[in-house]
């Protein structure tokens, strides 16, 4: 822990400084005292809102932790921004033009986070249509990965999922993990909303956000409301066998085979007699695992699709299966850009998502 807070407030500060450093050799009203308290409070927020928050009055916490966020999401559009700023000025060597392009970029990244907050408020419904004979009727299942239900208010889109669930009349609800965030407390009557409020059976695996947050109490609450998790185990939903693996903590090579190793666990339960659908967290295995044993469908999150451009292209390189529909040979596999966010409340070319899946009998 002492090493995150260590990494994040090094990134953190390099992050606030450098914009602040190259605007303010252009624009002379940041040098000013009023100026210089408020940006200084604006990147204080996070830290004197963790340290003052349980004094706070709940609306106020919610207020100052998105205010948080909505900091650290404008700061770092801010940040790219003033890079490309400095060489544009150097490359330019326009020195009338200064001005007018550091007010550009303040405006550009005001922008962007106003329409990042708001698409990550707009759910988007996927649809996904598959036949097998192994199917001797029609299916309809609802996969919601990565809610990170926590303090954050900054949608409501859970309480949305709510009002439109039902309708959607799915056989089953499946949670691809990073159910929870933090404030379990305050996530735990969120999720509470919505499993009341649905009728079709809720099952779920882990993220590894459970494992930060506090696997034992999340645990606890998903049992509470009767949730299903799958740890290294499988759930019958008549021809469908759903199998589901736990997720470990870390992203070290070491997580990477403490995952292979569970699924190795999860094996004996596959039914080649049945619609084998394996539910990871992470898009990890598909060809050495999913292809290899012909089970039909694979289903993940994690990747956020990036969440917040140009975070894409550095997911990818670690998520080769970063978004959206795999196929080879009989297996399938379909990686969500998740529900909620990490983070910023921002999303960026990276749809707050549900999927829907539609199965069919049939030959494939």
């Known amino acids: 822990m002492l090493k995150f807070i260590i990494i994040f407030t090094l990134i953190y500060s390099i992050l606030n400084l450098t914009p602040f450093l190259i605007l303010s050799r252009n624009l002379t009203f940041l040098k000013k005292k009023i100026s210089t308290f408020i940006i200084t409070l604006l990147i204080s927020l996070p830290f004197i809102t963790k340290i003052i928050e ?66 990550a408020q707009k759910v988007v419904y996927t649809k996904y249509n598959f036949t097998s004979n192994k199917l001797r009727k029609n299916y309809k299942l609802v996969f919601i990965s990565d809610v990170h239900l926590g303090i954050i208010p900054s949608y409501n889109i859970l309480e949305f999922i709510n009002k439109n669930i039902n309708q959607i009349n799915p056989d089953l609800v499946i949670l691809g993990g990073d159910i929870f965030n933090d404030h379990l407390s305050i996530a735990e009557k969120k999720l509470a909303k919505f499993t009341s409020n649905c009728k079709a059976p809720i099952i779920a695996i882990m993220g590894n956000h459970e494992h930060y947050v506090d696997f034992e109490k999340s645990m606890e609450i998903l049992k509470k409301y009767k949730v299903k998790v799958l740890l290294n185990s499988n759930y019958k939903l008549e021809d469908i066998n759903l199998l589901g693996v736990d997720d470990p903590a870390g992203h070290s090579a070491g997580a990477k085979m403490d995952f292979f190793r569970n ?61 959206g529909h795999y196929q080879q040979n009989v297996s399938n596999l379909i990686v969500s850009s998740g529900l909620g966010t990490w983070g910023p409340p921002l999303k960026m070319f990276s749809p707050a998502e549900v999927v829907i899946i539609n199965l069919t009998p049939g030959n494939a």
């Open 54 to 119: 349980n004094k706070l009055p709940p609306q106020l916490k919610h207020l100052f932790w998105l205010l948080s966020y909505l900091w650290l999401g404008f700061i770092f559009y801010l940040f790219l921004s003033s890079i490309i700023l400095l060489f544009t000025i150097y490359i330019l060597k326009n020195n009338k033009i200064k001005k007018y392009l550091s007010y550009t970029v303040i405006f550009f990244s005001l922008s962007i986070t106003f329409l990042g907050y708001l698409n």
């Open 263 to 323: 699924l190795k666990k999860i094996l004996p339960l596959v039914n080649p007699q049945k619609y084998n659908i394996l539910l990871t967290h992470r898009p990890w295995y598909f060809k050495e695992f999913s292809v290899k044993h012909n089970l039909d469908l694979q289903l993940a999150g994690h990747t956020h699709k990036g969440q917040i451009y140009p975070f894409y292209h550095l997911v990818k390189l670690v998520y080769p299966y970063i978004y």
